[in-house]
């Protein structure tokens, strides 16, 4: 593509007789792939920054290295003043929206100042749970499938935006002890046992706790679980929150697991109709890519602009894209060697071409999930607050989530997270093997010897979109994570604890799959640097469950050269569960 680009910046020069030398278009090729400019516009800017006038006579004076630098300077100025402009002309949608009519005297309304119609629409779309599909007034929004995301209004916004760094060691205890409480409940129910046992108490009696597997204190700084290391502790409710050395017996049976996630609602064919009135009867197609976006070698997003133009030339009805889009362990980020700031670098190669693709395919909506090492973020823990909605003004076709988010397409549920859960369980993986007196739930089309399928079986039964505290001590860096806020990170909805997505969107190093594991259809797109993503196809509600309505496709992009897979082969523990 930078040959192709070069090709044409050199024919346009030539033509209006300014023929550049290699070192002139090579900074060339690059104001282009910064500021996505066109060669033609590239010559205009150029020649209007070159241009004298006198009263003599009027030229154009020759380009050079220095105006190339002039250049790029007028435009980034440009782009700050834009930002700048935009940030004071917001519309003050919400301080509209808070007013409290039944507090004014009668005699008053009359005086008050009624909300524009599009500013009230997008505060209501932003700041509502109600699905921002089919019509909305005063903006023409006709989008072809039903969206249904997270809570949006302002304390869901500020609970998610939650500041890190500011962890009490209180609040940390309380939280694993709460996720611990959780399971014993579950358990409670699931196998009618009435009371649990301290693992620290001396009894000759056959006793069952629960707990969570950790390493032995002494031995924290072992990559991975090892025989003679594991301890398992409870919470302080069920036993003072003692720690306990566990030793596991050669001939240990294994017993069923935990409970299973039940199926979602439209799974069992419970549909609402307030929620998903129309859209549902009709076909969806749906493209996911994951970051990086670029390839270590460079910042000019070559995968992403390939794809790009893939998704104007098929127009999806749904695009999602997962970060990091300005990735903060990219080479060249780290090094410095960026001639914009991250937040020009995102508006140049994403919201832009993202508007643009929505003018020509009216059709469509955009789906944006973070990363934790998002430089378009200003929140790096996990879990993470969705993007800051200014860059995009606002736009009612770019809906932005959190890291991980739950939300509906067409009746169909869907979770997703940008962290490398499956990566991270594969490294801490431990393996024993037992006598298997109750078999593990699996469905007509699970895969339970797997090593992939039994990597997602453990996100869902575990519940929750990262599931091991702690993090591997050399991967900790990709996931931040926050206890305190941790409850964020649970894979149900609020308030409903037992209903599992239709389609979990997983992206990691390891090799790109698609699976059905209990009910649900699990993901792995990779990542776009590596040349592949996921295109998902949604048939209408007539079609079935959601299992039978969803074909999914794993697509390797040829243009892409991918990049050598980084992965430790050994194979390590996922958090082991005992009954």
């Known amino acids: 593509m930078d040959n192709s680009l070069r090709q044409k910046l050199e024919t346009v020069f030539y033509e209006a007789g ?53 250049l790029k300077t007028q435009i980034q100025q440009g782009l700050t003043k834009e930002n700048a402009r935009k940030a004071q002309t917001r519309p003050r949608g919400m301080a509209t929206a808070q007013i409290d009519r ?70 940390r205890s309380e939280n694993l002890d709460l996720i611990i409480d959780d399971f014993a409940d579950l358990i409670r129910v699931h196998y009618d046992i009435s009371e649990f046992g301290d693992p620290s108490a001396s009894t000759d009696e056959e006793v069952v706790i629960v707990g969570r597997i950790t390493h032995d204190a002494e031995s924290a700084a072992m990559s991975k679980l090892a025989e003679g290391a594991i301890t398992i502790e409870s919470s302080r409710a069920l036993s003072l929150g003692s720690r306990v050395p566990l030793v596991l017996d050669p001939t240990i049976k294994i017993k069923g697991s935990i409970p299973p996630l ?23 197609s749906m493209i996911v890519a994951c970051g990086p976006f670029t390839l270590d070698s460079d910042v000019s997003y070559r995968p992403w602009r390939a794809l790009l133009q893939q998704i104007k030339v098929e127009k999806p009805d749904v695009l999602m894209l997962l970060g990091p889009f300005v990735d903060a362990a990219h080479p060249k980020i780290k090094a410095g060697d960026l001639d914009v700031s991250p937040t020009n670098l995102f508006r140049a190669h994403f919201v832009d071409p ?154 990691s190093r390891l090799k790109q799959f698609s699976k059905v594991v209990h009910s649900t259809t699990t993901i792995n797109p ?42 430790d082969p050994a194979t390590v523990p996922v958090p082991m569960t005992l009954p």
């Open 18 to 70: 300014t023929p550049l030398d290699d070192k002139l278009l090579s900074e060339c090729v690059s104001l282009c792939q910064t500021f996505v400019l066109d060669p033609e516009t590239l010559r205009f800017k150029l020649e209007a920054l070159n241009y004298t006038s006198s009263t003599t006579m009027s030229k154009i004076r020759p380009i050079t290295m220095d105006s190339l630098v002039a």
């Open 102 to 171: 039944s507090k004014i005297p009668s005699h008053m309304i009359r005086n008050v100042v009624k909300p524009n119609t599009q500013t009230a629409t997008l505060t209501k779309q932003e700041h509502s749970r109600e699905p921002l599909g089919l019509t909305a007034p005063g903006n023409n929004l006709i989008t072809n499938v039903d969206f249904v995301g997270p809570p949006a209004d302002s304390e869901a916004r500020k609970k998610r935006a939650y500041r890190y760094m500011f962890e009490k060691i209180s609040e």
């Open 262 to 284: 039940k199926p979602s609602p439209a799974a069992q064919g419970i549909i609402n109709p307030k929620l998903h009135p129309t859209t549902s009867q009709h076909s969806t």
């Open 354 to 507: 993202l508007k643009a693709f929505l003018t020509v395919s009216p059709g469509s909506i955009v789906l944006l999930l973070p990363g934790v090492r998002d430089l378009a973020s200003c929140h790096s823990a996990f879990p993470q607050p969705e993007l800051d909605g200014d860059i995009f003004n606002f736009h009612p076709r770019i809906h932005l989530l959190p890291n991980p988010a739950r939300f509906t397409l067409n009746d169909i549920a869907f979770a997703a997270t940008s962290v490398d859960s499956l990566f991270h369980l594969r490294k801490e993986e431990y393996f024993k093997r037992g006598i298997e007196v109750g078999p593990l739930p699996v469905g007509p089309d699970d895969l339970p010897t797997d090593a992939m399928a039994n990597l997602c079986r453990h996100l869902l039964l575990q519940r929750r979109f990262y599931p091991i505290f702690p993090p591997p001590l050399d991967l900790s860096h990709e996931v931040n994570l926050d206890i305190s806020h941790f409850d964020g990170a649970r894979m149900v909805d609020e308030g409903d604890l037992d209903y599992a997505p239709d389609v979990l969107i997983l992206p």
């Open 526 to 567: 990779s990542f776009l640097s590596k040349g592949t993503y996921a295109v998902i196809s949604l048939a209408p509600r007539s079609a079935g469950t959601p299992k039978n309505r969803l074909k999914t496709e794993i697509v390797k992009m040829d243009t892409i050269k991918s990049e050598p897979m980084k992965t």
